[in-house]
């Protein structure tokens, strides 16, 4: 496509439930990411897919959060049991290679936890 | 643990006012420096970025960048700021060390008053 997409645009959800969110990056691109986006708090690393290298997993705040990507391109991050504290914007960035190419940033899924 | 420091949180000036947005980050050996742009409504776009070579980087909308590497800096300017540049501003640091995680400072919210 064009460009990052993401879905849904917004989630609300109780705590306690299970979430996924999606990313579709932008075809050919080899690196893909995940971000928590929280007021005050900028951008929060939180896993890095480099092809078909083992992913870098050292962002996911706790074993709750896990992340897959499937066939080189699609991403879903999925957050168990949703607790409130992790309400925020969950952005998603692609780039055609690890490291010093720009990142084409999602608009992102904005999840509220209830 | 490698960091980026971004020390003004919110900036408001007025049209024709000139601009500097600090950035530092730790020390973690070679690094490439980003500047990423969030305009009300819109996704992250890069501004400008600096791998190598001439340390003062230039960017869109007249944006630009110097790399001081004996400070671990790499401030943001604008001689002149618009009303259109009022935005989020992120600085960014790719480690090229490891895993090539990138590592994003909080953000600056720059409003320009008209």
């Known amino acids: 496509g064009a460009g990052v997409s993401q879905s849904p645009s917004n989630k609300v959800t109780e705590k306690g439930k299970d979430v996924e969110l999606r990313c579709d990056p932008i075809?050919?691109?080899?690196?893909l990411y995940w971000y928590r986006q929280s007021l005050g708090q900028g951008l929060e690393f939180l896993i890095y897919?480099?092809?078909?290298?083992?992913?870098?997993k050292s962002g996911l705040p706790s074993d709750r959060f896990s992340a897959e990507r499937t066939g080189g391109s699609v991403s879903t991050l999925t957050i168990q049991r949703t607790q409130q504290e992790d309400s925020a914007v969950y952005l998603c960035?692609?780039?055609?290679?690890?490291?010093?190419?720009?990142?084409?940033f999602g608009p992102g899924t904005r999840l509220l936890v209830l | 643990a490698q960091s980026v420091s971004q020390h003004n949180h919110h900036v408001i000036l007025s049209e024709a006012a000139s601009l500097e947005l600090g950035c530092n980050y730790s020390?973690?050996?070679?690094?490439?420096l980003f500047w990423y742009v969030q305009y009300p409504g819109q996704h992250l776009q890069l501004l400008l970025k600096?791998?190598?070579?001439?340390?003062l980087v230039k960017g869109i909308k007249g944006f630009e960048a110097e790399f001081i590497k004996s400070k671990f800096s790499f401030n943001l300017r604008k001689p002149s700021v618009q009303w259109s540049d009022t935005a989020e501003y992120f600085c960014?640091?790719?480690?090229?060390?490891?895993?090539?995680?990138?590592?994003f400072g909080t953000g600056t919210r720059l409003k320009v008053l008209a």
């Open positions: 897919f480099q092809g078909n290298s083992a992913p870098d």
């Open positions: 020390y973690g050996g070679t690094v490439n």
């Open positions: 075809s050919g691109h080899t690196a």
């Open positions: 960014a640091v790719n480690y090229r060390s490891g895993t090539y995680k990138y590592i």
């Open positions: 960035a692609s780039s055609a290679r690890q490291g010093q190419e720009t990142q084409y």
């Open positions: 600096y791998f190598s070579g001439d340390p």
